[in-house]
């Protein structure tokens, strides 16, 4: 496959009061055309960090160093007028809370219209375009065209009677149908990227297995490359083709997906996989990580795990591990491997 971005000793660190904390540390990875990537880790590793970097929405002050190339184009220090030329029409965000994503005073199709209208106006700059109304509260009559547009998408999402469903407001979805409508909302821009941060993160089981599906089932039909962002490993599993550990702002272990549950090689990566409830009565007892993730504001030339890794060698109290590769296609940034 094609590589489509590809990111580069990128960091980004956030000015506290506590000082300057390292969201972000030289972090290096690729996304490929059609790929379905998952990036894991517990909450405060950099995950969203990493998706608002791609699509833009952090302030240009954070983005210490490093590079974004999405199709040659190094994104990182981009004018905001020359950002908006890829934010949604090339690279588009599903973010974790759908209710306060969706605007409460427009209807579903009026929404789903206004991303159509915007991706039109970009494509077809020439042409005239319907514009929806500025007014909070005041309806939008969308035209017969545009309105079947709409209901395509709906459709495309697995959103049942989208006729009846574009007259709704978000607060008369569900929580697994608002997610759908966000969904519909990125794909109308035709994006080569997906983010998808927690999308299911808020959905009960049942409808949490039918976004995951969904999203698969787009990937092939439409052909989108998707990075999803989850702090569950098993939601990783389901759906992606590789996977990405992240650790205190840093990649620990990149590797295909069977490989990294089936011979994960970083302690961390396995420390994660020994917390999964296995869901057979042998006895054994959940096995959590000791210790705390350090503090982000400290400076270290050391392993960041370290104080945490079980096994720990005198190396890792001095040096940082590289990520490298090890395997074919498998990369990680342990001592255990070797210098």
Partial sequence: MTQLLDVSDFSVHYNTSKGS???LDSVSLSIKQ?????VVGESGCGKT????????????RSVKEGRINYKGVNLVGLDPNEFRKYRGSEIAMIFQEPLTSLNPLRR??????EAIVLRNQRKYPDRPQEKPP???????KLSPELEKEVEEMLTLVRIPDPNHIVQRYPFELSGGMRQRVMIAMALSQQPALLIADEPTTALDVTTQAQVLKLMKEIKDKVGTAILLITHDLAVASQVADRVLV??????????????IFSKPKHPYTKGLLACIPSGRKDGKQLAPIRGTLPDLTLRTEACRFQPRCPFAMEICSKKEPPLREVEKGHRVACFLYGE
């Fill in 34 to 38: 059609e790929e379905f990537l998952a």
């Fill in 134 to 140: 500025r007014v909070p509260g005041r309806k939008w």
């Fill in 49 to 60: 960090t990493l998706g608002l970097s791609m699509i833009g929405l952090l302030p240009l």
């Fill in 246 to 259: 992240m650790y205190a702002g840093q990649i620990v272990e990149d590797a295909e997906v069977h490989d």
């Fill in 108 to 113: 579903i199709g009026e929404q789903i219209g």
């Fill in 21 to 23: 904390v390292r969201a």
